[in-house]
């Protein structure tokens, strides 16, 4: 088992660029998870998907969209990247759908210039 | 203010000085609480859940327990392959989004 896989690894945007961060798992989770790790911050949450076909917001939505494409897949777009968002981005995935133990991906460091 | 406080933001010891981190929280009706340990460049790697006060895990060197208003990890004998941020969640009952406090990094000396 993989586990929880992100890709990239790393991603150097520009102001107003585009792009989407892919996470998926191989453990047959129902419930999913994009946070965000700043310097001298704790985990934020972005957004979560309690199960196939659902999503809702965590802490920090603003500028970000997600898709629950299927059990395996949940992806997290930036439509209009800014400086704010740059950031280690982590996908995480739990067994049930409450939040119980997360099993966390590798990370994606994004840089916004 | 913070819900979720652990200290010391930083530690230092010597492998084979034994110590405690520290996590508080002041959210009410706690679900669980979580520890986590993340290693530098990587996702966070989960440790332990309490549940009530009183409740207490142990893994190897490491032992987390649970009062009503705080948690502590204890680290007995420690080894250099310890050194890491230790990460401490919480989880409010009927929120789906938890609490993550700002890490104790963690450094043990041969």
């Known amino acids: 088992n993989a586990g929880v896989t992100q890709t990239p690894k790393f991603q150097v945007l520009k102001t107003g660029q585009s792009m989407t961060l892919q996470c998926a798992q191989d453990?047959?989770?129902?419930?999913m998870y994009w946070y965000r790790q700043d310097p001298g911050m704790g985990l934020r949450l972005i957004y979560y998907?309690?199960?196939?076909?659902?999503?809702d917001k965590g802490e920090v939505p603003n500028g970000y969209n997600v898709s629950r494409l299927n059990k395996r897949e949940f992806s997290l777009r930036l439509e209009s990247a800014a400086p704010s968002q740059t950031s280690v981005y982590f996908c995480?995935?739990?067994?049930?759908?409450?939040?119980?133990?997360?099993?966390f991906g590798p990370g994606t460091r994004l840089l916004v210039l | 203010e913070d819900q979720v406080t652990q200290s010391p933001e930083a530690l230092r010891l010597q492998e084979g000085e034994s110590s405690s981190l520290n996590c508080s929280y002041t959210v009410s009706g706690l679900r669980g609480l979580f520890w986590y340990r993340q290693d530098p460049g990587k996702g966070p790697e989960f440790l332990f859940t309490?549940?009530?006060a009183g409740e207490e895990k142990e893994k190897e060197r490491l032992k987390a327990t649970l009062t009503k208003k705080e948690s502590f990890l204890h680290i007995t004998a420690p080894k250099p392959e310890d050194s890491a941020t230790y990460l401490c969640?919480?989880?409010?009952?009927?929120?789906?989004?938890?609490?993550f406090g700002r890490g104790t990094s963690l450094i043990v000396h041969p």
């Open positions: 995480a995935s739990s067994e049930g759908t409450g939040w119980e133990t997360q099993y």
């Open positions: 998907s309690a199960s196939e076909g659902t999503t």
């Open positions: 309490l549940y009530s």
């Open positions: 969640a919480v989880q409010e009952g009927g929120s789906y989004i938890p609490t």
């Open positions: 453990m047959n989770h129902n419930s």
